[in-house]
C-alpha cells in the first residue's frame, strides 16, 4: 500500500478490469475514490456515490459494472447492498474472481461473494492490528513520537534519521519533543500555581489578562481549525493532565475521561484498560517533576461534600436555556440542586457588561411542575419522569417567559390528556 499512488493503484486496477471484460465489453466511465476507508457506505463515497446517481440516470453510458478489486470497493455487507441497487436498475455487477457477472442464485458465487467478505474482513482487522500493536511498542519501549500536534510547550526537533532502512534512504527522519522557549515557561508556570491550591479559572483568567498566546495562537499552522484564541478552563485543564509534561512519552491518549495515573503510583502508568501506551523511560526533557505532575492530579480528583454525600443531579442534560439555546450545568446552590446557563461565559474571562443575565432553575420546582403535567401517565418519582422525558426526546425549556416542554426528536409520540406532542409545546 505505502509503494502506491493513484496512477499506480488506479492503473493496476483497471488492467485487471480489462482482462475481466475483454472480448465481451469496453470501459466508458472510471470510477475511482482516493482516500476513502472501504468501511464506508458507498453514498458515502465521492466517486461511488457518483457511480450510483449515474446508475440511475435513464441515460447513462453503461450497462454493467466491473470491480478491479473486491477488498478496495467492498467491506462486510456492502457488496449485497450495491448489486441490489444495481440490478434494480437494470445493470450486471461483474468481478474478476467471478469472470463475468455475480449470479447469487449460483451456488459457487454465493460462497465465492462469502469468502471475499470474510477476506475484506481480515484484510483491515489485520493491517489494524499489526499497526496499533507496532505504535504501542515503539511508543511504550523506544519513547518514540509518533506523530500529532505537539504539547504546548513543546516544538519538533530532529531525532536523527528513521530505524526503518528503506524509510531511511528516502530520506524520512525522526523527531522528538523538546521545550519551546516562548511557551515552556508558561507551561511550569501552570504547574506551580495550581500546585499552590489556584483554581484552573483563575489561572485561565490571569493567562488572559497577560496576553499570553494560548495553544491555537502559538502554533498557528498546526491549528487552522480553532477560531477562538483564548484561554479556556478546559485547555488548562488539558495541561495539568497531559503526562508528556513529565517527559514521558503518550501516544492512543483518550483524553480526560481517561482514569487518572495518579491512582496508579506513576504518572507513566495510565489504565492499561482505556488503551494508553506510555514510554518506560523518560523519552524528552520534562517541564514538571513527576512529584508534582502527581499533586496535580490528586487537586483534580473529586471532592466530596461537607458531609460526604455525592450529588445528583435528576435533570442533567434535560433543561435548555430558550434564550441562547445551550443546555443548562448543573449547578448546586443553598444546600439543593439547580441548573445554570451563562450563555457561554466562562470563569477564564471578564464577564462582558452587554451579556444577558444568567438563567436558573431550580430542580426542585421543576420536577414539582413535571409531576403536575405527568402524574398520570409516569407517576410522581422524579427518576421515572426523567427517563420518560429521555426516551421521548422531551426536553425542558427555561430562560423565556414561560418554561415548556419541547419535543426535541422526531421520534416523539407523547401523548397527553388534552394535546399530543410531536411540534408541539407543552407549558408548565
Not at 461537607?306 to 433543561?319: D, K
Request: contains cysteine.
Amino acid at each position: 500500500m505505502e509503494f502506491q499512488d493513484r496512477a499506480t493503484s488506479l492503473g493496476w486496477q483497471r488492467e485487471v478490469a480489462e482482462e475481466t471484460i475483454r472480448g465481451r465489453g469496453v470501459i466508458v466511465a472510471e470510477y475511482f475514490d482516493e482516500g476513502c476507508s472501504r468501511r464506508l457506505p458507498w453514498r458515502q463515497r465521492p466517486a461511488a456515490a457518483h457511480l450510483i446517481a449515474d446508475a440511475e440516470h435513464p441515460n447513462r453510458s453503461f450497462d454493467a459494472v466491473v470491480i478491479g478489486e473486491y477488498e478496495r470497493a467492498f467491506y462486510g455487507e456492502q457488496f449485497n447492498a450495491v448489486l441490489t441497487t444495481l440490478r434494480e436498475q437494470g445493470i450486471q455487477l461483474w468481478l474478476p474472481e467471478a469472470d463475468g457477472p455475480v449470479n447469487l442464485h449460483d451456488p459457487v458465487h454465493q460462497a465465492l461473494i462469502l469468502l471475499l467478505g470474510s477476506q475484506s474482513r481480515r484484510e483491515v482487522l489485520r493491517a489494524r492490528h499489526r499497526v496499533l500493536a507496532a505504535m504501542h511498542i515503539q511508543a511504550r519501549v523506544q519513547g518514540r513520537f509518533l506523530g500529532g500536534r505537539p504539547p504546548y510547550g513543546y516544538r519538533l526537533a530532529d531525532a536523527g534519521p528513521h530505524p526503518n532502512r528503506a524509510h531511511a534512504r528516502w530520506g524520512r527522519r525522526l523527531h522528538r519533543l523538546e521545550p519551546d522557549l516562548a511557551t515552556a515557561p508558561w507551561v511550569r508556570w501552570i504547574f506551580q500555581q495550581r500546585a499552590t491550591g489556584r483554581s484552573v479559572a483563575g489561572i485561565a483568567r490571569e493567562l488572559n489578562d497577560r496576553g499570553v498566546p494560548c495553544p491555537s495562537i502559538a502554533n498557528r499552522d498546526r491549528n487552522r481549525h480553532r477560531t477562538r484564541h483564548e484561554w479556556i478552563v478546559r485547555t488548562v485543564v488539558g495541561i495539568l493532565e497531559n503526562p508528556r509534561y513529565t517527559g514521558r512519552q503518550v501516544w492512543n491518549q483518550h483524553g480526560a475521561r481517561t482514569t487518572c495515573p495518579a491512582h496508579h503510583g506513576s504518572p507513566a502508568r495510565p489504565s492499561a484498560t482505556r488503551g494508553w501506551s506510555q514510554s518506560e523511560k523518560v523519552a524528552h526533557p520534562a517541564l514538571v517533576d513527576e512529584a508534582t505532575f502527581l499533586e496535580v492530579q490528586g487537586m483534580r480528583a473529586a471532592r466530596p461534600t461537607q458531609h460526604g454525600h455525592t450529588r445528583t443531579y435528576v435533570l442533567a442534560g434535560l433543561v435548555q436555556c430558550q434564550l441562547c439555546g445551550r443546555r443548562l450545568d448543573s449547578h448546586w446552590v443553598n444546600g439543593r440542586p439547580g441548573y445554570r446557563c451563562r450563555h457561554g461565559h466562562t470563569s477564564a474571562r471578564n464577564r462582558p457588561p452587554e451579556l444577558a443575565k444568567n438563567v436558573y432553575a431550580r430542580e426542585d420546582h421543576l420536577l414539582n411542575d413535571l409531576r403536575a403535567r405527568f402524574a398520570e401517565t409516569v407517576g410522581d418519582d422524579g427518576s421515572a419522569i426523567a427517563d420518560y422525558l429521555r426516551t421521548n426526546d422531551l426536553t425542558i425549556m427555561c430562560g423565556g417567559p414561560t418554561q415548556v416542554v419541547k419535543a426535541c426528536g422526531p421520534r416523539c409520540t407523547l401523548a397527553t390528556t388534552d394535546k399530543t406532542v410531536g411540534d408541539q409545546l407543552l407549558l408548565l
